[in-house]
């Protein structure tokens, strides 16, 4: 089993950033993959971001692309998620996620291609 924590939510006015951490424990040793997801009421849970476990690969939703950047901590067993020049629209419950199988690359976008998930943290972008 994998753990993860989220942290660092909040409240920021539009053009704000503000910085998630996920803390992952267990068999960390598993992870193939760690994810950011986001969901606002009446919505699906939607991408935001992905970073191999190992490697540089990285994928972002066309939405976050070139304002949110993921990045990792081996060494912490930690993901991050930089959010800069936030908007209304990024208001949502983030979801940190790990992905414990290699086979699943087309599946990378997709809530269905995740093992673990977190508790989810509040992000809330005022205008």
């Known amino acids: 089993q994998v753990q993860l924590v989220e942290s660092g939510g909040g409240l920021v006015q539009a053009g704000g950033s503000l910085r998630l951490s996920c803390a992952a424990s267990?068999?960390?040793?598993?992870?193939?993959?760690m994810g950011w997801f986001r969901q606002s009421p009446g919505k699906e849970r939607e991408f935001v971001a992905r970073?191999?476990?190992?490697?540089?690969?990285?994928d972002y939703a066309d939405s976050v692309k070139g304002r949110f950047t993921i990045s990792r901590d081996n060494a912490q067993n930690t993901v991050y998620l930089q959010m800069n020049s936030l908007k209304p629209e990024d208001t949502a419950v983030y979801y940190c996620?790990?992905?414990?199988?290699?086979?699943?690359?087309?599946?990378?976008?997709?809530?269905?291609?995740?093992?673990?998930w977190g508790q989810g943290t509040q992000v809330t972008v005022s205008s």
């Open positions: 970073i191999a476990w190992t490697g540089v690969s990285t």
């Open positions: 267990g068999r960390t040793f598993s992870i193939y993959a």
């Open positions: 996620a790990a992905d414990r199988s290699a086979s699943r690359w087309y599946l990378r976008t997709s809530a269905l291609g995740y093992d673990y």
